[in-house]
């Protein structure tokens, strides 16, 4: 049921794309927003979130979607943050909440950081909802994409208390779970439970992919194979993007995983059945007893 006040007059949607087009299609179906405007780099873009509904209005600048909006979402490649909240500064009004949707954390609060001036810092609430689709684009963004997600913010010390409280109320409405990290603990996190599987997905593609007989042996590929690899479909800038800005955590992670796998190939060399069957069960026992979001 919608709100009978919003919580925003108005949206300014900096990036429409999956991420940045699904939260305008939930912000709306909340009432949490009266207007959403929006920018993206190209005209088939925006041209695009007008279609969908996504927007009400399109700019061709950062600034012009961030000028008058007292909520302004950045759904960009975290490369990009930097030089778009510069773009932006001039154009905010005091007390606008600023957040993000990156992957990574540490860059973007050091990008905010170099950007902003001392009264708009305070209102930049870096924010990660765990959530996606390996399609990119707006043609594919959904109001419900960020229902029952887990929402990471990732506060500094310089953060206003208030707009920390407006960027959980927020989410809450949309029905998120919150919580909150230092960015060096979300980095160092989700290194190991989404940058290093995805960084595996990609290299297990390209092994099989670059063998002579490479598409045959993917035509006997079954159900496991497919869960296993479905994230080395994920577009291609942004995880190239996600991987530089993280590549300490992730190279860490990378390096625990090989001493793993080391573990297990030294047992196939040697035929160590018995140590082979306890790594086996001390992984599965793992996986059977996680349970997502807990």
Request: aromatic share 6%.
């Amino acid at each position: 049921m919608a709100n009978t006040k919003p919580m925003f007059r108005q949206l300014g949607l900096i990036g429409c794309g999956l991420m940045g087009g699904s939260f305008a299609l939930a912000v709306r179906r909340a009432g949490l927003v009266e207007r959403v405007v929006g920018y993206s780099p190209t005209a088939r873009s925006r041209d695009a979130a007008l279609a969908l509904g996504a927007i009400d209005a399109a700019f061709d600048t950062p600034a012009a979607a961030a000028r008058g909006s007292d909520l302004v979402l950045l759904a960009l490649p975290v490369a990009r943050t930097e030089a778009t909240l510069r773009a932006i500064c001039d154009a905010l009004a005091p007390e606008t909440l600023v957040m993000d949707v990156g992957s990574t954390k540490t860059d973007v609060v050091q990008a905010a950081a170099a950007a902003l001036g001392d009264a708009r810092l305070p209102w930049f609430v870096p924010a990660h909802p765990i959530a996606g689709k390996a399609q990119a684009g707006v043609a594919h963004a959904q109001a419900d994409l960020y229902q029952n997600c887990l929402v990471v913010l990732t506060p500094g010390t310089m953060t206003n208390v208030l707009a920390l409280a407006k960027a959980r109320q927020l989410w809450e409405a949309l029905q998120c779970r919150v919580r909150d990290m230092t960015p060096a603990a979300h980095d160092a996190g989700f290194a190991a439970v989404s940058h290093l599987p995805h960084l595996l997905a990609f290299a297990l593609m390209n092994t099989i992919t670059e063998q002579p007989d490479g598409a045959e042996l993917l035509s006997l590929a079954g159900p496991g194979f497919r869960d296993f690899s479905r994230i080395a479909e994920g577009d291609p800038a942004l995880w190239r993007d996600v991987l530089l800005a993280n590549r300490a955590q992730v190279q860490a992670q990378s390096a625990l995983f090989r001493a793993q796998l080391d573990l297990l190939e030294h047992c196939l060399e040697h035929g160590d059945s018995a140590q082979l069957t306890t790594l086996i069960n001390q992984a599965s026992s793992a996986r059977a007893a996680w349970k997502m979001g807990g």
